[in-house]
Nanobody, 127 residues
Framework: QVQLVESAGGLVQAGGSLRLSCAAS????????MAWFRQAPGKDREPVAA????????SYADSVKGRFTISRDNTKNTMYLQMNSLKPEDTAVYYC????????????????????WGQGTQVTVSS
């Protein structure tokens, strides 16, 4: 069974940066397709970015493209989300998620395809 643990989020001013990490254990991390999701109050959980098991291919939501970077280090069983030029609308609980197999789509997929989830971490961007 895969366990995913996100790093602490935080409070940051608009225009600032924050890096989240997601540490995996209990499975074969290098075989997992991984993703970041977020959920703002009163809204559905939405995909932010995804990365293939090798880390060679990534995909982003239009709302974060050019500002966020997803990456992974398979030697450390860890995935990252570097968030730059943060905006108040980025405020949400951020979740990391993973799944084995199922193929890769260049289009971000919904939460239902992911089997493993972290507990979530709050990111608040003040204006």
């Amino acid at each position: 069974q895969v366990q995913l643990v996100e790093s602490a989020g935080g409070l940051v001013q608009a225009g600032g940066s924050l890096r989240l990490s997601c540490a995996a254990s209990g499975g074969t991390f290098s075989n997992l397709i991984m993703a970041w999701f977020r959920q703002a109050p009163g809204k559905d959980r939405e995909p932010v970015a995804a990365i293939t098991s090798s880390g060679l291919t990534t995909s982003y939501a239009d709302s974060v493209k050019g500002r966020f970077t997803i990456s992974r280090d398979n030697t450390k069983n860890t995935m990252y989300l570097q968030m730059n030029s943060l905006k108040p609308e980025d405020t949400a609980v951020y979740y990391c998620a993973g799944r084995y197999g199922g193929g890769w789509s260049s289009r971000l997929e919904g939460a239902y395809v992911y089997n493993y989830w972290g507990q979530g971490t709050q990111v608040t961007v003040s204006s």
